[in-house]
Nanobody, 119 residues
Framework: EVQLVESGGGLVQPGGSLRLSCAASGFTFNEYGMNWYRQTPAKGREMVAGIFGAGPITDYADSVKGRFTISRDNAKNMVYLQMNNLKHEDTAVYYC????????????WGQGTQVTVSS
């Protein structure tokens, strides 16, 4: 059974930091691209950051470049999102995603973790 379990969300003041973690199981972790998405009622779901390949290669939404860092530990089947200098507009439910290439069949989601940036 595939599982992606996010943790690390919470309430933080503007300018603060949070580190999200995603524990993966049930698939060959190092073969998958790993991504973080976020969702709000206003914007829907958008990709925040992705990490894939042997480099690894990373990719970020323009809105988080320079503030967020995605990383993975293939030995532990973990992916992380370090979020610094958080802004009100980063408030969202954050989801961990695992995808094998561009497959729609092998495309898995976690249950989400709430991040609220508020003073």
């Amino acid at each position: 059974e595939v599982q992606l379990v996010e943790s690390g969300g919470g309430l933080v003041q503007p300018g603060g930091s949070l580190r999200l973690s995603c524990a993966a199981s049930g698939f060959t972790f190092n073969e998958y691209g790993m991504n973080w998405y976020r969702q709000t009622p206003a914007k829907g779901r958008e990709m925040v950051a992705g990490i894939f390949g042997a480099g690894p290669i990373t990719d970020y939404a323009d809105s988080v470049k320079g503030r967020f860092t995605i990383s993975r530990d293939n030995a532990k089947n973990m992916v992380y999102l370090q979020m610094n200098n958080l802004k009100h507009e980063d408030t969202a439910v954050y989801y961990c995603n695992a995808r094998l290439g561009l497959s729609n069949l092998y495309n898995y989601w976690g249950q989400g973790t709430q991040v609220t940036v508020s003073s």
